[in-house]
């Protein structure tokens, strides 16, 4: 952002003209990130950043590390509306998405350089202000898609080197498990009677519905457990094929 006035500022001596300097960065309104973890099918946390109006999303199925070693597969997925990103409750099973949704970390990011241009080239670098990750990261596209012809805009969510970094002990993930925003833990999140509808008006449903479906059959439970590990063996087969990017 500061680059883009500094054509602008080179060419004035502001100690000698009344003209503005431009607001510096760190007053602007800060770009929000933020981090759900999704039990859906499969859980994952879907780390998003605000960008143009809207939140850049990726699915990265074992969430984020702060091992510098560590190459977290991150799936780029369709922007997600700003208000998203305070979403936290469950969204019905057989909705898209279905699951409990926990808000895993909250704040702003700083991107380095230009960020249409990096998420054309594949590679944005920026550092995290939020309440649990913080410093310097990278989201990096996989030359070919990574996982060869699925279709999938499959990149790598990297911690890049700072104080920040924390090489051993135990993983963020397991060390967090609560909500940044009202403290619960998942299985609370799931047990509550508030549900979300993608296709309906959020508050309207908040404020008053309780599907019948989601009464009689608790979240997580729904499933047979048999295709629950199908699925998982299946994703552990996937895993293995794209062992080299984790
Ligand atoms: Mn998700």
């Known amino acids: 952002m500061l680059d883009r006035l500094k054509a602008y500022r080179a060419k004035r001596d502001f100690t000698r003209t009344a003209e503005p300097a431009g607001k510096r960065q760190k007053s602007r309104r800060k770009l929000s990130y933020l981090i759900q973890k999704h039990a859906a099918r499969r859980l994952h946390y879907d780390f998003r950043l605000e960008w143009n109006g809207a939140l850049m999303s990726w699915a990265v199925p074992k969430g984020p590390s702060e091992?510098?070693?560590?190459?977290?597969?991150?799936v780029h997925v369709e922007d997600h509306p700003l208000e998203y990103g305070s979403f936290e409750g469950t969204i019905p099973q057989g909705e898209y998405g279905g699951g409990t949704v926990l808000l895993w970390d909250r704040g702003s990011w700083e991107p380095h350089g230009d960020v249409d241009e990096g998420m054309a080239k594949g590679k944005l670098s920026f550092t995290l202000h939020g309440e649990r990750l913080k410093g310097d990261w990278a989201l990096v596209r996989m030359r070919g898609g990574g996982n060869k012809g699925n279709g999938r805009d499959n990149w790598l969510l990297i911690k890049e080197r700072d104080a920040e970094a924390k090489p051993g002990g135990t993983p963020v993930v397991e060390r967090e498990t609560s909500s940044v925003k009202s403290g619960r833990e998942m299985e609370?999140?799931?047990?509550?009677?508030?549900?979300?509808?993608?296709?309906?008006?959020?508050?309207?449903?908040?404020?008053?519905?309780?599907?019948?479906?989601q009464k009689k059959r608790p979240l997580q439970r729904s499933r047979p457990s048999s295709r629950r590990s199908l699925r998982r063996s299946s994703m552990r087969r996937r895993r293995a094929k794209a062992g080299s990017t984790r």
């Open 188 to 213: 609370e999140i799931a047990a509550a009677k508030k549900v979300w509808h993608s296709d309906r008006d959020n508050r309207s449903q908040e404020a008053t519905a309780r599907p019948k479906a």
């Open 67 to 74: 091992n510098l070693g560590d190459k977290r597969l991150a």
